[in-house]
């Protein structure tokens, strides 16, 4: 897989026009399927602040009450209120589609629910530039498969730092790549140590040698593969505490050598094949992985398992555990799925973390998967 790999870039948010663009988003594909209506009105009426249900237009006040209190929103004058408010309805609407694309998970009002698709592209995505694997790209050695654990969580091994929030910046390239690093870290010293996405915003220019212009480029996109790279190539990571982030890539380089926290042994890339996925998280630690978000923007929590999802990748995340036991009221049967670490702070999602089924490679997320080692001696 690793060479053709066409990659988009790997920025934060790029939901609402790519989703536009495709015709699933007006269409009710849900009638007829898992009984219809009648089975998702059952799903959406059962509440909840954030919950976008039957009569969420209704009370729009309501939410937008809740949502200015929750998120500290305030605007300035009334009609950039008023403006804000009719954004919001219209994301509303647009929960409300994503709810019936995706019943087991929980659609609804999320921190980015006053944005309009056009502010969201402008704020969080930068310039849209094409993206590959490395063609140097290592492939990971297959493991066996058996005796894996039937749920496992680095979370509960030490091995993941909190949450952290990227803001109004498409680095989310940098944030996977440091949840990998600090991952492997831990298992190689002992140490749970946060990691500067800083440094690969400021530091990281790393190019894909076979198509000219491609490149790390901080607020702007990334890849993880070319993070690793750089990261090998510079010596390794500083700590959060000595390069904290700023959520912006205006300001030069100020890697010092002599702190490096962390340094990458070697990396690769994971076939496409759920078990190797699983079994290279087990035994290396959480793996960085790309994604499409589109049903991020509106994700609530639950296991998202999108009746149609791009496989085009927007979004960088970390891979951190599975499970089976998951919220799933219309098939009534427990449905897999991966864990997963975003970089949008800890009030998004499922205290900042996203489930979504495993399965045919759902929204890509088998697509572009990289397991790393870190070298023992941080010093
Ligand atoms: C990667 O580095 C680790 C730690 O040094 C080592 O154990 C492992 O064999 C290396 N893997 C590859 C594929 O070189």
């Known amino acids: 897989m690793a060479s053709r790999f066409s990659l988009l ?11 536009r663009s495709s015709a699933a988003d007006d269409t009710d594909v849900t009638s007829g399927v898992d009984g219809g209506d009648l089975l998702i009105r059952q799903v959406v009426d059962h509440g909840g602040d954030d919950f976008v249900g039957e009569n969420s237009l209704l009370n729009a006040d309501h939410h937008f009450s809740i949502f200015k209190r929750k998120f500290g929103k305030a605007y300035a004058t009334q009609e950039e209120h008023d403006r804000r408010f009719s954004v919001f309805k219209a994301n509303l609407r647009r929960a409300r589609r994503h709810q019936k694309l995706d019943p087991s998970a929980v659609h609804g009002v999320t921190q980015f629910s006053d944005l309009t698709p056009r502010e969201f592209k402008r704020q969080f995505l930068g310039v ?18 058996n005796d894996l654990p ?14 952290k929030n990227q803001g109004s910046c498409g680095s989310c390239w940098s944030f996977s790549t440091t949840g990998a690093l600090e991952g492997a870290n831990f298992l190689a010293t002992g140490n749970l140590e946060s ?5 690969l915003v400021d530091c990281d220019h790393e190019c894909d040698p076979e198509e000219k212009g491609s490149c790390d480029s901080g ?10 790279e750089y990261t090998l190539k510079a010596g390794g990571l500083m ?18 050598k002599n702190k490096i926290a962390a340094k990458v042994a070697n990396f690769s890339v994971v076939s496409l094949d759920e078990e190797q ?5 087990v035994k290396n630690g959480p793996l960085a992985v790309a994604i499409n978000a589109v049903f991020m923007q509106t994700y609530i929590g639950g296991v998202s398992c999108p009746f149609i999802c791009s496989k085009r990748l927007d979004h960088g995340v970390l891979l951190v555990g599975y499970g089976e036991a998951g919220y799933s009221p219309i098939r009534l049967k427990e449905k897999p799925y991966w864990i997963i670490k975003n970089s949008w702070g800890e009030k ?4 900042g973390y996203y489930k979504i089924c495993r399965g045919p490679n759902v929204c890509g997320v088998d697509s572009l998967v990289s397991t790393v080692a870190a070298a023992s001696t941080s010093q």
């Open 195 to 199: 990691l500067s996405e800083q440094q």
């Open 150 to 163: 039937k749920d496992f969580d680095w979370r509960d091994h030490g091995a993941v730092t909190p949450v």
């Open 239 to 256: 700590r959060e505490e000595d390069y904290p982030y700023t959520g912006t890539d205006r300001g030069a380089c100020k890697f010092d």
């Open 277 to 281: 996925i699983a079994a290279n998280l």
């Open 348 to 351: 998004w999602g499922e205290k």
């Open 9 to 19: 870039f790997l920025t934060s948010l790029f939901i609402a026009t790519s989703f």
């Open 219 to 228: 607020c702007s996109g990334g890849l993880m593969n070319s993070a690793l």
């Open 128 to 145: 849209n530039r094409k993206l590959r694997l490395p063609s140097d790209a290592q492939k990971a050695p297959i493991l066996p498969t």
